[in-house]
């Protein structure tokens, strides 16, 4: 059974940095491209990054880019978003999520399994 | 950025009727190896997003044959034909044709 769970949220203060991650199972990790989703409270998904299974290819919506920074350790079935410089705007549910096409280079990707989100509340 | 446009935003259904949304983009989702990059979730409430369709009308493991999906190019339509209490939530379209990923706004379907 694929889990995606997801941790490290919780309440930061407006300019400062944390990071989240992702623990894997069920599946070959290293055979796919992991994503960052994030949905602030009531709206709609955003996608905020996306990488590669051997993290050859990495990407990052514009509101995020240059803030945020995807990562994975294939040896420990781990992804991970380092966010700093928060905003108010950043907050919301971050969800992981895998793709599923193996050894995709994320364009024409897409998800096949979610966690359940962790909640990062950006405030003073 | 590719602009995903969903409409309705909202629709209400009574169970066993029909119902349709359709999601528009601002560019062709046709890629030059025929692929279209167009997908379709469920979100229902307080749970993480589903994939329903895939490849515009292609149905995910699972997902009930009520569900379909057609479009090409710019212009999608997901189709439920006969609604049932399981199907409430909030519906996305999502484009991946560009490194970008960008989703629909949602439409929230109710039951009447």
């Known amino acids: 059974e694929v889990r995606l769970v997801e941790s490290g949220g919780g309440l930061v203060q407006p300019g400062r940095s944390l990071r989240l991650s992702c623990a894997a199972s069920g599946f070959t990790f290293d055979d796919y491209a992991m994503h960052w989703v994030r949905q602030a409270p009531g709206k709609g998904l955003e996608w905020v990054s996306g990488i590669s299974w051997n993290s050859g290819k990495i990407g990052y919506a514009d509101s995020v880019k240059g803030r945020f920074t995807i990562s994975r350790d294939n040896a420990q079935n781990s992804l991970y978003l380092q966010m700093s410089s928060l905003t108010t705007a950043d907050t919301a549910f971050y969800y992981c999520?895998?793709?599923?096409?193996?050894?995709?280079?994320?364009?024409?990707?897409?998800?096949?399994?979610w966690g359940h989100g962790t909640l990062v509340t950006v405030s003073s | 950025d590719i602009v995903m446009t969903q409409t309705p935003l909202s629709l209400s259904v009574t169970p066993g009727q029909p119902a349709s949304i359709s999601c528009k983009s601002s560019q062709s989702l046709l890629h030059s190896d025929g692929q279209t990059s167009l997908y379709w979730y469920l979100q229902r409430p307080g749970q993480p997003p589903q994939l329903l369709m895939y490849?515009?009308?292609n149905r995910f493991s699972g997902v009930p044959d009520r569900f379909s999906g057609s479009g090409s190019g710019t212009d999608f339509t997901l189709n439920i034909s006969r609604v049932e209490a399981e199907d409430v939530g909030i519906y996305y379209c999502m484009q991946s044709i560009q490194l970008l990923f960008t989703f629909g706004q949602g439409t929230k379907l109710e039951i009447k």
């Open positions: 490849e515009v009308s």
């Open positions: 999520a895998k793709d599923i096409n193996p050894f995709g280079e994320l364009l024409h990707g897409y998800f096949d399994y």
